[in-house]
T-cell receptor, first 114, second 109 residues
Framework: GAGVSQSPRYKVAKRGQDVALRCDPI?????LFWYQQALGQGPEFLTYFQNEAQLDKSGLPSDRFFAERPEGSVSTLKIQRTQQEDSAVYLC????????????FGQGTRLTVV | AQRVTQPEKLLSVFKGAPVELKCNYSYSGSPELFWYVQYSRQRLQLLLRHISRESIKGFTADLNKGETSFHLKKPFAQEEDSAMYYCALSGQGAQKLVFGQGTRLTINP
C-alpha cells in the first residue's frame, strides 16, 4: 500500500469489552511502533517491534495492553477489559531500520470507551 | 529522563509575519530532534529533522545544545501553515520518539 493503514478508524467499546486494533505498515519496513494520544496531548510511546520481535514494551500502561506482530508485518494492539481512561487515538508508525530515519504514521484509530 | 517541552499550546500570527514555535528538550546525551506536523484531517508527517539541516516549506530549525532548544522558524507565515506542530526527540541507539504536547498554529489572513 501507499502508506501505513490502520483499522478500524473509529471504535466505540463498552467498559469491560476487549478491543483489537490493526496496523498494516509500509511494505518492507522493519520497525513498527504504537503510540497513544490522549486528547490535547502529544503521542506517547507504547511499544516497538523490530520485525516480529517486541524489543521495547516499556510504554504499555498495564497488563491489559498486549501487542503482537507474529510474521513481522501486520501488527495488532489488543486492550482487554477496556476502561474509560483508555479512550484515546492509537497511532501506528513504521520506519526502515536506521537511527534518525523518518517514521511514517497511520491515520490512527480513535477509541472511545463508554 | 527524556522530555520535550513546547510551552505554547496555541500560537496565532498574521499572514506574512515571522513565526517561531518553541521547543526545549532534556536528554543526557546526543538526541536526534524532529518537527512533525499534522494538517487538518491528515496524518502526522515529518516536517524536518536536525541532522539533515534543510529547509522545508520555508521552515528551519537549529539545534542549540547549550540551551537544549530546537525552535522552529519561518520568516513569512502563509495561511497553509496553519496546523498542529509537534517537536520530538529520539535517543541514541533508539528509534522511539518522545513528543512534546504540540502547538496549534493559526495563521490569520
Amino acid at each position: 500500500g501507499a502508506g501505513v493503514s490502520q483499522s478500524p478508524r473509529y471504535k466505540v467499546a463498552k467498559r469491560g469489552q476487549d478491543v483489537a486494533l490493526r496496523c498494516d505498515p509500509i511494505s518492507g519496513h522493519v520497525s513498527l511502533f504504537w503510540y497513544q494520544q490522549a486528547l490535547g496531548q502529544g503521542p506517547e510511546f507504547l511499544t516497538y517491534f523490530q520485525n516480529e520481535a517486541q524489543l521495547d514494551k516499556s510504554g504499555l500502561p498495564s497488563d491489559r495492553f498486549f501487542a503482537e506482530r507474529p510474521e513481522g508485518s501486520v501488527s495488532t494492539l489488543k486492550i482487554q477489559r477496556t476502561q474509560q481512561e483508555d479512550s484515546a487515538v492509537y497511532l501506528c508508525a513504521s520506519s526502515s531500520y536506521k537511527e534518525g530515519t523518518e517514521a511514517f504514521f497511520g491515520q490512527g484509530t480513535r477509541l472511545t470507551v463508554v | 529522563a527524556q522530555r520535550v517541552t513546547q510551552p505554547e499550546k496555541l500560537l496565532s500570527v498574521f499572514k506574512g509575519a515571522p513565526v517561531e514555535l518553541k521547543c526545549n528538550y532534556s536528554y543526557s546525551g546526543s538526541p536526534e530532534l524532529f518537527w512533525y506536523v499534522q494538517y487538518s484531517r491528515q496524518r502526522l508527517q515529518l516536517l524536518l529533522r536536525h541532522i539533515s539541516r534543510e529547509s522545508i516549506k520555508g521552515f528551519t530549525a537549529d539545534l542549540n545544545k547549550g540551551e537544549t532548544s530546537f525552535h522552529l522558524k519561518k520568516p513569512f507565515a502563509q495561511e497553509e501553515d496553519s496546523a498542529m506542530y509537534y517537536c520530538a526527540l529520539s535517543g541514541q541507539g533508539a528509534q522511539k520518539l518522545v513528543f512534546g504536547q504540540g502547538t496549534r498554529l493559526t495563521i490569520n489572513p
